[in-house]
């Protein structure tokens, strides 16, 4: 019973790194993505152009995730600025120049 208690400690602790390192593997990408979208020469933000597709409208969250407040919602062909990239989710700005999240699968860079 304290072997079997021990493997499967093992094996949950070896999941749980291996989770960590692919939560900073992200967290690192995210990082290096928003940092490349800021020319460093002026330090002024570049962004790249978004546009809604594959679905008829698409929620505009207030984190990256399923379960984040929506903030607004966009239908298929509106365009949006991309300021990067988090967790599949596009971080973008509202027209109201606030930060919000787009799910990946709904909109295409330009």
Known sequence: M???ETTMSKEMKRK???F???VN???EEQNTEESSAKDRTTG???TKTGTVYNTSYV???K???KDADILEVMKEGDKVAIIGKSFGFYKVNTASNQAAYIASDFLKEE
Do not use: S
Request: charged share 50%; aromatic share 4%; glycine share 4%.
């Open 25 to 27: 593997k992200e967290v």
């Open 16 to 18: 749980e790194e291996i």
């Open 20 to 22: 960590k390192q692919d």
């Open 2 to 4: 304290v072997k079997e």
């Open 59 to 61: 929620y505009v969250r």
């Open 44 to 46: 002024i933000q570049r």
């Open 63 to 65: 984190g990256p995730n």
